[in-house]
Every structure is written in structure tokens, then in C-alpha cells.
């Protein structure tokens, strides 16, 4: 509980948890890609999901357990980023801090908005594409019918509208986030901070572009 209780030790944490949760949204928005593969193997994709490590553990069962520790991750993420706030605000001046907001990146000032507004996201995501209990008319949504369900799912534009300003919000969070995890982490300095700068903004460009393609698609009817 030492290093717990000390700054460096919650930005470790965020920095740790944040490269977990970074890893994934890259590894989903690939997945998420597929619906461009058509029907047929976007929904095989999303079955083998639920197959994996079968049958050495049950169905769904890994599954369960990456969303275990996506949870546990989100939840350590958080709870570090209020305490390091609250640390902050208690040990540093007014005037400092307004010193530093005005020479802080947009992305950085706006980094506690922009993580409440994914963690709302998130709960409104799941909800929506995992058990189709918002964002649909009545009865259309398949339980299993993947490709379907994306396609009636941001069919509605003010859904679709809603998933793309997260997805902006999500890109403005992953690129300050990034950025800091390579500086808290010891890896940034002087030569390579430009490199790791560059990797925070090509990174969090492409999971956007990437993820925003799929709503837009179906609006335009590339995906139908």
C-alpha cells in the first residue's frame, strides 16, 4: 500500500492500466473492422470470440476473464486518476494551477471530461450492442446476429452522432494518455520524446478514423 498511496505509484497504475486498456481498444477496433468482410464473417468473428480456449475452459469463459480484467483495469484507472486530482488540487496554488492550464494541450485539459464521457460510453455501449437493451426499436435486436444488429443499431443517426463524438473524445483521452504513459514510465526523454509523441497521435488517429468508419458506413450504406 506504500507505493499506492504515493503519487508516482497511482501514475504507474494509470500508466499500466492505461496500456492495458489502450491494447484493447486497438485490438476491438480491428475486430470491428471485420463488419466490412460482410455478415457471414463478422458474425463467425464474433462466435469465435466466444469460443476462445475452447475446450480447454468453458464457452465464453475466457471471455469472461478478459472482461474481468478489462474491469478491474477501468476500475484502478479511474480511482487512481480521482486521487492523483484530488492530490493535486490539495498541494498545489491557485495561481499555479491556472498557469498550467493555460500552457496545458487542449488533450490534457480536457483529459477528466473527456474520461467521464467514455466511462458513460462504455456503460451506453454495452448496453446497446451486447444486450440490445437501448438504441433499438422494438424487437430488432438478434441476439447473435452481429452484423445485424450493428447495421439497425446505427441506422439512427442521433445514435450514430453519439458514438462519434465519444469516438472524439476517446481519441483526444488516448493521445494525452499515451503521450503520458511513455513519460511516467521512464521511456521519454529528450530524443525519443517526439518519437513516443508521434506514436500517441498516429495511434489514437487510427482507432478513431477506424471506429468512426463503421456508424459512418452504415449512414452512407457501405455497410448494409
Do not use: C
Amino acid at each position: 500500500m506504500g507505493l499506492w498511496s504515493t503519487s508516482i505509484g497511482k501514475k504507474a497504475v494509470m500508466a499500466v492500466t492505461g496500456f492495458i486498456l489502450v491494447g484493447f481498444v486497438i485490438v476491438h477496433m480491428l475486430g470491428n473492422l471485420k463488419v466490412y468482410q460482410g455478415e457471414e464473417k463478422f458474425n463467425a468473428y464474433a462466435v469465435g470470440l466466444r469460443e476462445i480456449g475452447s475446450p480447454a475452459v468453458g464457452h465464453e469463459q475466457f471471455l469472461w476473464l478478459m472482461r474481468l480484467v478489462l474491469l478491474t483495469a477501468t476500475g484502478l484507472h479511474i480511482v487512481a486518476a480521482v486521487q492523483l486530482t484530488q492530490m493535486s488540487h490539495a498541494a498545489r496554488p491557485v495561481s499555479y494551477v491556472q498557469k498550467k492550464v493555460i500552457q496545458a494541450t487542449y488533450a490534457s485539459r480536457t483529459m477528466r471530461w473527456g474520461g467521464v464521457i467514455i466511462t458513460l460510453f462504455v456503460v451506453y455501449h454495452i448496453l446497446h450492442l451486447t444486450f440490445g437493451a437501448v438504441g433499438f426499436p422494438p424487437g430488432q435486436y438478434r441476439h447473435l446476429s452481429v452484423y445485424r444488429n450493428v447495421v439497425t443499431g446505427f441506422s439512427l443517426w442521433y445514435v450514430s452522432a453519439f458514438y462519434i463524438a465519444a469516438m472524439v473524445a476517446l481519441g483526444l483521452h488516448m493521445y494525452h494518455g499515451v503521450w503520458s504513459m511513455f513519460q511516467t514510465l521512464g521511456l521519454s526523454d529528450e530524443n525519443t520524446g517526439r518519437l513516443y509523441r508521434s506514436l500517441a497521435i498516429v495511434s489514437s488517429f487510427v482507432v478513431v478514423v477506424g471506429n468512426i468508419s463503421v456508424p459512418a458506413g452504415v449512414l452512407v450504406g457501405l455497410v448494409k
